[in-house]
C-alpha cells in the first residue's frame, strides 16, 4: 500500500497554496483575523468564498467538466479540503448543496436535472437546504409525516420540518415526502426539489443559546414543485435518501483531519501557555498524554478518510461503513473540545468566553463537537447501524 501524494498531485497542493494566499485576506485564519462571530457576516463572506472558488475554477474539483466541475478525482478535492483548512479558509455557504446534494445527484439523477441543478450550485447562485427531519421524526425518520400529491404536473407538498440549517439563506431545499400512506413506513417515500421562494413555504428561524439563529422551523402550506424535481423513483426516495447520508457520514468529513489539527495545535498553544499549579500544562504528564492520545487519533481519522475514498474510487457510493468514520471522528472531536476546555478551565475559572486564547479556536471545537454527534445521525444510530448493517448483529426489536 502506497499511501505518500504523487508528484502531479503535490505539485496540485502548491497551486492549491498559491490560490489560497493570492484570494484571502492577508492574515487570515489566524488569530488577528478570527472567523467574524457575527452570522449575517458570516453568511456574506461564506457567499463570497463560494463565488470566489467558482471564479477561480476551485468548485466541483471532482465533478465532471460538462456540470461545471473540474474533471478531477477525488484525491485532489482532498488535498484542496486539506489546504482550506490548513489556511483556516472561510466555510462556504452551500456545503448542503456541495456536500450532499450534488454528489447525490451525479449518481441518481437524470441528465436534465445535472444540467438544470449542478452549475447554479456550483456558482453559489443557488443555495440549498435540508429537508429531513421532523418535529417527532429525527433519529427514526422513516416515520416522517410531510406529504406530498401528485395534481396533474405538479407535486404539493404539505407537512413540517425542523432544524432546517440554512433554510433562511436557501433558494432550494432537498425534501423527503410520504406520497403512500399504504405501504410500510420506509416504502412510499419521495426525495423531492422543492424552490423555497414561494409563499407556501414559511421560515421560522429557532435561536440557539449563542443567540445566532443558524435552525429553521420550515412549513410547507401546499408548497408546489415540478413533476419532474423527483430523484429516482416516485417512492424510492429512502434509497436516494441513504445515499445522501452516506456522503454526509463520510465523504464531507474526508479532509477535516486538517480542521482538527489546528484546533489541536490551538491546545497545545494554549497548554503552553496557561499555567497551572503546577507550573506551564504543557509539562504536566495528564495534559501530555491527553495531548498525544488526540495526535493520534486525528492521524487515524486521517487515514479512515483515506480508506473512503478508496471505496468511492472504486464504487462511487459509499455503504453503512460510512457510519464508522462519522462516528469516530464526531466523539474523537468531542473529547479534543473537553481537552480544550480543560486546558483553559485549567488556568481559568470560568473557559466559556468566546473571545480568549487563539481566536476562540477551542471554544468552537467544544459546542460544534456537540452537534456533530447529533447531525447527520447521533452517535447512538452510528453504532445501531454499524452493529446491524456492518456487523450483521441481530436487529435490535425495540428500535
Ligand atoms: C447542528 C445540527 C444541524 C442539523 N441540520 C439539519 C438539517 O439541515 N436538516 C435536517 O433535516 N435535520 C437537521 N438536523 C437534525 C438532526 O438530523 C436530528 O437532530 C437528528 O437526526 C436526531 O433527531 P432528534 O433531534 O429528533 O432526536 P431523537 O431522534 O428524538 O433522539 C433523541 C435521543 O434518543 C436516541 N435514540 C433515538 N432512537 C434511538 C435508537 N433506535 N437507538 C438508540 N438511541 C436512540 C438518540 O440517539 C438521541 O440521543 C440538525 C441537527 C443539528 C444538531
Known amino acids: 500500500m502506497n499511501i505518500a501524494y504523487t508528484e502531479a498531485e503535490e505539485a496540485f497542493r502548491i497551486r492549491c497554496r498559491d490560490f489560497l494566499e493570492t484570494v484571502l485576506p492577508p492574515g487570515w485564519g489566524t488569530p488577528a483575523h478570527p472567523v467574524p462571530a457575527d452570522a449575517e457576516e458570516r453568511a456574506r463572506v461564506g457567499l463570497w468564498w463560494e463565488k ?79 429537508g429531513y427531519s421532523e418535529p417527532n421524526s429525527g433519529s427514526d425518520l422513516a416515520s416522517l409525516r410531510t406529504r406530498a400529491e401528485l395534481q396533474g404536473d405538479v407535486w404539493v407538498i404539505t407537512g413540517q420540518k425542523i432544524w432546517t440549517s440554512n433554510a433562511h439563506l436557501a433558494d432550494w431545499c432537498f425534501v423527503l415526502a410520504r406520497t403512500d400512506p399504504t405501504v410500510p413506513k420506509h416504502r412510499g417515500i419521495t426525495f423531492l426539489l422543492v424552490p423555497m421562494r414561494q409563499p407556501a413555504v414559511k421560515v421560522e428561524p429557532l435561536v440557539q443559546l449563542t443567540g445566532e439563529a443558524h435552525f429553521n422551523q420550515v412549513s410547507f402550506d401546499g408548497a408546489r414543485t415540478a413533476r419532474e424535481n423527483v430523484v429516482g423513483q416516485v417512492n424510492d426516495g429512502w434509497r436516494v435518501a441513504n445515499t445522501i447520508l452516506s ?94 476546555m480543560d486546558i483553559l478551565g485549567a488556568a481559568m475559572p470560568y473557559a466559556s468566553g468566546m473571545d480568549s486564547v487563539g481566536g476562540g479556536t477551542l471554544h468552537r471545537a467544544f459546542f460544534q463537537a456537540r452537534a456533530e454527534t447529533i447531525f447527520a445521525g447521533t452517535s447512538q444510530i452510528q453504532r445501531n447501524v454499524i452493529a446491524e448493517r456492518v456487523l450483521g448483529l441481530p436487529r435490535d426489536q425495540r428500535s
Not at 466541475?69 to 483548512?85: K, P, R, Y
Not at 479558509?89 to 437524470?110: D, W, Y
Open 52 to 130: 470566489t472558488l467558482y471564479a477561480h475554477g476551485m468548485a466541483g474539483l471532482s465533478w465532471p467538466r460538462e456540470y461545471g466541475g473540474q474533471g478531477l478525482s477525488w484525491v485532489e478535492e482532498v488535498i484542496f479540503a486539506e489546504e482550506c483548512a490548513r489556511a483556516g479558509a472561510p466555510s462556504g455557504i452551500n456545503g448542503l448543496g456541495k456536500g450532499l446534494l450534488g454528489p447525490t445527484l451525479l449518481v441518481e439523477g437524470t441528465d436534465e436535472q445535472k444540467r438544470r441543478f449542478l452549475p447554479p450550485l456550483l456558482a453559489g447562485d443557488e443555495v440549498w437546504c435540508q
Open 247 to 340: 456522503f454526509e457520514r463520510g465523504v464531507t468529513i474526508v479532509g477535516r483531519y486538517a480542521h482538527f489539527m489546528r484546533e489541536w495545535e490551538a491546545a497545545v498553544e494554549a497548554a503552553r501557555t496557561q499555567t497551572g499549579e503546577r507550573g506551564p500544562l504543557i509539562e504536566d504528564s495528564h495534559f501530555r498524554q491527553r495531548l498525544v492520545a488526540l495526535w493520534s487519533e486525528i492521524q487515524i481519522l486521517r487515514f479512515h478518510g483515506y480508506n473512503v475514498i478508496t471505496q468511492l474510487q472504486q464504487q462511487d457510493k459509499l455503504g453503512p461503513e460510512a457510519s464508522m468514520l462519522k462516528l469516530f471522528y464526531s466523539e474523537m472531536h468531542k473529547r479534543l473540545g473537553d481537552l480544550g
